[in-house]
């Protein structure tokens, strides 16, 4: 199937109507009540706050896929691109009908509706619903695993976000999208179900990377007794987690929700053709690793203290009262010989001047002068 022909057409069927990453409630359920009959919608419950938690059926294949987003409210590219995958299946494309035959798609497009209101992680009881699983003490999380009890699906696709500050080993780029196949116990034990996901991600891999080369790593590979990831992974269902990272100037993730689609795509075509047997664990292996070799913002060639250095500034995003917006609080976090990183901007104080003070750990404060006019400028912690 060649997916990349099929997103020469992604605007045709990207959900319009989801342009940034603040999306409500009130928006997804609306969107819900807008899908043709094709699409089955059963309400599985009430978050802390009363919200309907939903699930979408579509297809009648042999194989289930459980797909499901926005367990953190503020992790909004997977329910973007699931509301795109619901337009596509919409259409006429070969890949609908292969899909429609083969599998049978459970979706949950947003988890946690209460984190998403306020755009925050957690839950409306300050609870992290992805370390709920053992103890189940908020009904969102009792809600997700009623749900995987009762459909018992092969596959699982988890679908988050992660920090912007993640780069890929090797090549010094964010780490635009990240893989894992999570580990079902602390001995990170490969079993049956562990290892179809695995190969699913090593054809997930290679479908994807040539569109974003150097821009997809492996997640962290640390077994968490209480996520729900390693806990389905453990109950026979091959979990597959996605998660969305940076891309350059692509701040409310409209350019990474395509990635994330296409990713996402070629996970369940892989599936539904079982081409993902003809890869081995060790295509697996290859994909590289994450690390955190990058910064937001690197200032280059700056005298300090008599010496010159690097500086390294990364910031904080933080939920506006409302929950419609973030502000960002830039922190200057390391100085030094910094040649070993990368960073989404780069700066030169070689022919320039500083006004201010430069202090580690401590919000930036200073502005970066070259021909009389301010090329960079930090007040308080606050980008000008």
Same mark, same amino acid.
């Given at each position: ?6 997103? /020469? ?65 503020? $992790? ?130 290679? $479908? ?46 409209? $350019? ?127 980008? /000008?």
């Amino acid at each position: 199937m060649d997916i990349r022909s099929i997103l /020469l057409g992604y605007d045709n069927f990207k959900e319009k109507r989801l342009k940034d990453r603040f999306f409500k409630h009130q928006e997804v359920v609306a969107l819900l009540s807008d899908l043709p009959s094709q699409f089955e919608i059963r309400a599985l419950g009430k978050s802390f706050l009363g919200k309907s938690i939903n699930l979408v059926k579509w297809g009648n294949g042999k194989t289930k896929v459980f797909l499901w987003s926005q367990m953190h409210g503020d $992790e909004a590219t997977g329910t973007m691109a699931l509301f795109d995958l619901f337009q596509f299946l919409q259409g006429d494309d070969p890949a609908v009908k292969l899909l429609r035959e083969n599998c049978s798609l459970y979706m949950i497009p947003m988890v946690n509706p209460d984190g998403a209101a306020a755009f925050t992680r957690r839950s409306a009881q300050q609870i992290d619903i992805n370390r709920d699983y053992l103890q189940l003490l908020t009904p969102e999380a009792k809600i997700l695993k009623q749900c995987r009890d009762e459909i018992q699906p092969d596959f699982g696709f988890n679908l988050h976000d992660q920090i912007t500050l993640w780069s890929v080993s090797g090549s010094l780029q964010p780490a635009t999208l990240s893989f894992l196949a999570p580990s079902p116990d602390a001995a990170s034990t490969i079993t049956p179900a562990r290892e179809r996901a695995m190969l699913v991600i090593a054809e997930m891999f290679g $479908e994807v990377n040539p569109t974003i080369p150097g821009q997809i790593g492996m997640f962290k590979d640390e077994y968490e007794p209480r996520a729900f990831g390693d806990n389905f992974q453990a109950a026979g269902t091959s979990t597959i987690l996605i998660e969305a990272g940076g891309y350059a100037s692509d701040y409310e993730k409209q $350019e990474i929700r395509q990635f994330y689609f296409h990713a996402m795509l070629a996970g369940l075509l892989s599936i539904a053709e079982k081409s993902y047997t003809k890869f081995t664990l060790k295509d697996y292996d290859n994909v590289p690793k994450n690390n955190k070799e990058i910064f937001h913002i690197l200032v280059h060639d700056v005298v300090l203290n008599g010496i010159t250095v690097s500086i390294g500034i990364n910031y904080d995003e933080y939920p506006d009262p409302d929950g419609n917006g973030t502000y960002k609080t830039y922190v200057v976090q390391d100085l030094g010989d910094l040649s070993f990183c990368d960073a989404y901007h780069h700066y030169s104080a070689s022919n320039a001047k500083i006004n201010g003070e430069i202090a580690l750990f401590k919000c930036a404060d200073f502005e970066l002068i070259a021909d009389g006019s301010a090329i960079l400028s930090f007040k308080d912690g606050r980008l /000008l």
